[in-house]
């Protein structure tokens, strides 16, 4: 960086010198040129006067040596005047290129808007503008959705011309005194000038922005289609007006709302609410406590209980995780796994789970199985399954013990891929089962093409049963699925001895949920197999059946 600096800060020197020398070398020209021309009155005016005396009274004529340096003079005049004009045109050219230096350093060569670097500025000085005549300054951040996977599907090539479309449809749409911005990727940025209490007007124009988006790219015979997610922010009212920093805020804000849109669903516009900071702040302290809880051992695997809901006998565990945070107690995954699948460090936190979890399960008796969740970023890693396998050799533990657990939307991802991994995992003898069954759009066909061993009906049908007569269609019409597709059935979130009952109505289902206990520590879990004589030791490796009904002690049978 030093020496980008230097280099940079010597080039300025360098050009600033030859233009210093240029200019004096101009001056120098043009200082001969008027000596020549003066030259050239004086010499001119005595031979021109003796040549007419000559003509008119046939006497004398010009001094030869005056006439010599009239000649002279004219070739130096010319001479001059070339110098002069071929320097002048020099330094034109110059300052062309100079001008054009400028602008590329300030525009996207890709789509000839403003560019990152240039942005801070110019929205500094469309604040002061809009200050100036009463008016809001309105930022947008306009981020195209999935446009990665459409770059990757269809090529750079029309990659670019969707970004360059992209910004030309937002040109033609904003209002006069208006600025766009590449913020670099897929990321742009545009701020324009309304008058006061124009929020219809505002979100009017996202709308449209919305849908000019919306239509697909044709390039190379090539359809791209896109949406996009946009974020606004209005310039507060503020006594001290610092335009700099309300530009910068505008940014931030505007960033935050994208963000928002983009979790709602995209290709739709989000206003920023301070609320969002406040998000924001949680979310990084999370990121923060997953960077130096992770190596410092703070995420640890807690069991849920599997039960087979006919004979009652406990079959095994869902491993979930668990954040033990120093400040803030035991923290439910809901929060830090999404946090962990942004950062990129779902893998590594998955993988230290798990490996203790066969830890913990190696102790256990042998026919108590473990399931553990999978993201579906681990899904998109084609070296997943190799890496899972090699923490089974690693921890000595038969694969046929354990479950992975995928949710439908993995199934959206890339079918291919998950097909093969799944295939694979099960020609090692893993089981793979379809997790919060009915929450997503998995279609019948792509049920059948892909081997599960299980569904799992989602804990929002199992809980409401009873009080919801949708709940029960939809769990009846998956059971009937299940029978269909010979896929055995497990219902999550049974919470009450009467869910218990109305489900055993439907079929022979597995079951988990609070009824059997909430989710315990390894040591927990350890010590309440051994006092049910499930431990691994070869004399206690025998199931007893879990006691049920309302009269179950506290559910929490093994
Ligand atoms: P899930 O796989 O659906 O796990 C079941 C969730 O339901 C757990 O929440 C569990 O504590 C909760 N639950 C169990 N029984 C009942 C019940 O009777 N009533 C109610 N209301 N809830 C019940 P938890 O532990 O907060 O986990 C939330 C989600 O986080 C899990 O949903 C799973 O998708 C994800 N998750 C947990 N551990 C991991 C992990 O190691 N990796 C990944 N990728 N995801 C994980
Ligand atoms: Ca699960
Ligand atoms: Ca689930």
């Given at each position: 960086m030093a020496n980008d600096g230097d280099s940079g800060a010597s080039g300025k020197v360098g050009k600033a010198d030859t233009t210093h020398v240029r200019a004096e070398r101009d001056l120098v020209a043009l200082g001969i040129l008027i000596a020549a021309i003066i030259l050239f009155i004086g010499t001119g005016s005595t031979v021109l006067t003796g040549i007419v005396r000559s003509w008119v009274y046939g006497v004398g004529g010009p001094d030869v040596l005056l006439a010599n340096a009239l000649i002279l003079n004219i070739a130096l005049l010319i001479f001059g005047w070339r110098r002069y004009v071929e320097l002048k045109r020099e330094i034109v050219e110059r300052c062309k290129a100079e001008e054009t230096a400028q602008r590329l350093a300030h525009?996207?060569?890709?789509?000839g808007c403003l560019n990152r670097r240039s942005i801070d500025h110019a929205m500094a000085a469309l604040v002061e503008g809009a200050e100036a005549s009463g008016d809001v300054v309105v930022v947008m951040m306009i981020d195209l959705d999935k446009f990665k996977r459409s770059n990757d599907l269809h090529g750079h090539q029309v990659g670019d011309a969707v970004l360059v479309e992209t910004a030309r449809r937002i040109k033609a749409l904003l209002p006069e005194r208006a600025i766009v911005a590449r913020l670099g990727g897929d990321e742009f940025i545009c701020a324009a000038v309304f008058g006061p209490g124009s929020e219809i007007a505002i979100e009017r124009l996202a709308v449209r922005i919305n849908e000019a988006l919306a239509h697909p790219v044709v390039s190379t015979g090539i359809r791209a289609e896109v949406t996009a997610s946009i974020g606004i922010a209005i310039a507060p009212k503020t006594d001290q007006p610092d335009a700099e920093r309300l530009a910068k805020t505008l940014l931030h804000r505007a960033d935050l709302a994208m963000y928002q849109a983009k979790k709602a669903g995209r290709n739709r516009f989000c206003w920023f609410e301070p609320s969002m900071e406040k998000e924001l702040r949680f979310r990084s302290e999370i990121e923060r406590g997953i960077r130096e809880g992770l190596p410092r051992g703070e995420f640890v695997p807690y069991y849920e209980k599997q039960i087979?809901?006919?004979?009652?006998?406990?079959?095994g565990f869902e491993m979930l995780a668990r954040w033990q945070s120093p400040r803030h107690g035991v923290i439910s995954p809901e929060f830090f796994i999404p946090v962990a699948e942004e950062i990129g460090l779902i893998a590594p936190l998955s993988e230290a789970l798990i490996t203790l979890a066969l830890q913990d399960a190696?102790?256990?008796?042998?026919k108590l199985t473990l399931s553990v969740n999978i993201s579906p970023l681990q899904l998109r890693d084609p070296w997943f399954a190799q890496r899972l396998l090699k923490l089974l050799v690693q921890a000595n533990f038969?694969?046929?013990?354990l479950e992975i657990e995928i949710t439908e939307t993995c199934l959206h991802e890339n079918i291919g891929v998950v097909r093969s991994l799944i295939t694979s995992l099960k020609n090692q003898g893993i089981r793979i089962s379809l997790d919060d069954f009915g929450t997503g759009y998995s279609s019948l066909a792509q049920l059948r093409t892909l081997p599960f061993d299980r569904i799992k009906i989602d804990r929002s049908f199992v809980s409401s049963l009873g009080r919801s007569a949708d709940s029960a269609t939809i769990i009846e019409a998956i059971s009937s699925l299940g029978r269909g597709m010979d896929l055995p059935i497990t219902a999550e979130g049974i919470e009450t001895p009467e869910v218990l009952a109305a489900l055993r109505k439907f079929g022979k289902f597995k079951g988990q949920g609070y009824l059997y206990g909430m989710p315990a520590s390894g040591e927990d879990v350890l010590e309440e197999l051994a006092g049910h004589g499930l431990l691994s030791e070869p004399d206690g490796a025998f199931l007893r059946p879990i006691p049920e009904g309302p009269d179950a002690p506290a559910a929490a049978n093994c």
């Open positions: 525009t996207d060569a890709l789509t087979d809901l006919e004979t009652g006998e406990l079959t190696k102790a256990w008796d042998p038969p694969p046929t013990r």
